[in-house]
């Protein structure tokens, strides 16, 4: 009972967002925009912003000159701010939300105030700034890779690589990273790519010590230069998929970029520009920082954080009643050093077979969510980081929330 007692941290966070009642706006104007700054949005979209089954938004607002689309069991701790908003069943916004369209699941519920109708534009994007791409392209396999700033062409890290970057500016037609393959920013970096972002499953995008998410800028274009010879892409077929009749043809002249794409499991830490090209995320993929872009879909699962704050996202059934202390079945907290990385993290992860949850914004505390379901389970992953007498790791133990009570 004591173990459990003195492991109580109180990292939950109630949001004040939320007030209630719905108040209408004078007017609905095309003009000027609502906001002039995009620094409170954790995803802005200029047409859409798609939520699947089961995401959480720790922190940050949901901007979308068009629609914001959610679907069931999803949480967020933010506002929206839309054109339309249409939200599915069991899902809980616990902020504002300001629309002229509004289609809300009775079972579902917006915690804070209504405002219709709502100014358009809710905001106006920048532009990705002119840039010249390189010749050289580089294929990096095995864990000892850098590569300073300059201008390239093709960027490929190879299954299981890890490159770091020195900090910079890096003009790049092409950036693919492989099946868990890692790249790393150690200094202020700036991306500009002209023709193709991919990420297959389980890749990472991390800050080096001391670095936040946005210190990596990303602008992203998604077009191929006219006069460019049209190459078939290894993965063509999948970027179709993602497009309808019409962007296949406006992305064949140009008018739209092809989609920025990251796999499953994903771990994503930047800020990330494409005006005139799509993103989507997907499945139990966590992204720290921003996303503005055309159009956006988070897969099922996801997590997102604009703000660096501790936040588990709990069900009911994961919550437990172990000698009288309630606690989460399947989450591990982990108390890293101040100079252990994310890449420490990532190890623990492999080793329970767990993913990352949440992450102090002051503390390098890390939730992990395990496949646990008795008591037994979860004192056993914890035994094996124990066991691992890693100096990075100050602490191991049970995840107990401070709010005693969860929303189903």
Do not use: C, W
């Not at 910079?168 to 023709?195: M, P, R």
């Amino acid at each position: 009972m004591e173990h459990i007692k003195k492991h109580v941290k109180k990292h939950h966070i109630i949001s004040a967002l939320a007030a209630g009642g719905i108040a209408l706006a004078a007017i609905n104007f095309s003009g000027p925009p609502l906001f002039e700054s995009l620094e409170s949005f954790v995803l802005f979209a200029e047409e859409e912003i798609r939520l699947e089954q089961g995401v959480q938004v720790s922190s940050g607002d949901l901007g979308s000159n068009g629609k914001i689309d959610i679907e069931k069991d999803v949480i967020v701790n933010g506002n929206l701010f839309a054109d339309r908003v249409i939200i599915d069943k069991n899902t809980i916004i616990n902020g504002n939300a300001s629309f002229n369209k509004l289609k809300l699941h009775k079972d579902s519920q917006i915690l804070g105030i209504q405002t219709k109708p709502v100014q358009l534009p809710i905001a106006n994007f920048s532009e990705v700034p002119d840039f010249q791409v390189g010749t050289q392209d580089f294929r990096f396999e095995g864990r000892n890779n850098t590569l300073t700033a300059g201008s390239y062409k093709d960027i490929i890290l190879e299954k299981n690589s890890r490159l770091e970057l020195s900090g910079g500016i890096y003009n790049l037609h092409k950036l693919e990273l492989k099946d868990s393959s890692t790249l790393i920013f150690n200094a202020s970096t700036t991306l500009n790519i002209q023709f193709k972002l991919r990420g297959k499953d389980r890749v990472s995008i991390l800050p080096g010590l001391n670095l936040k998410p946005d210190d990596l800028k990303i602008n992203y274009l998604g077009i191929r230069p006219k006069k460019e010879k049209e190459e078939r892409e290894d993965d063509d077929d999948e970027i179709n998929s993602e497009m309808d009749d019409k962007e296949k043809k406006d992305h064949k002249v140009g008018k739209i970029g092809r989609p920025a794409v990251f796999g499953k499991n994903s771990f994503l830490n930047f800020k990330l520009l494409a005006p005139k090209a799509s993103v989507h995320i997907g499945k139990e993929s966590m992204i720290r920082g921003q996303i503005l872009a055309r159009k956006i879909k988070i897969g099922k699962e996801g997590i997102l954080s604009l703000k660096f704050y501790f936040s588990i996202p709990s069900k009911p059934e994961d919550l437990v009643e172990v000698e009288g202390i309630k606690l989460f079945i399947n989450v591990v907290e982990v108390n890293f050093i101040d100079s252990a990385t994310f890449e420490d993290a990532l190890r623990v992860a492999e080793l329970i077979n767990a993913k990352i949850l949440g992450f102090g914004s002051v503390t390098n505390l890390y939730a992990f969510e395990i496949p646990a379901r008795i008591v037994q389970e979860l004192e056993a992953a914890i035994a094996k980081v124990e066991a691992l007498n890693d100096t990075k790791i100050e602490d191991v133990s049970k995840s107990i929330p401070f709010i005693p009570e969860i929303v189903p």
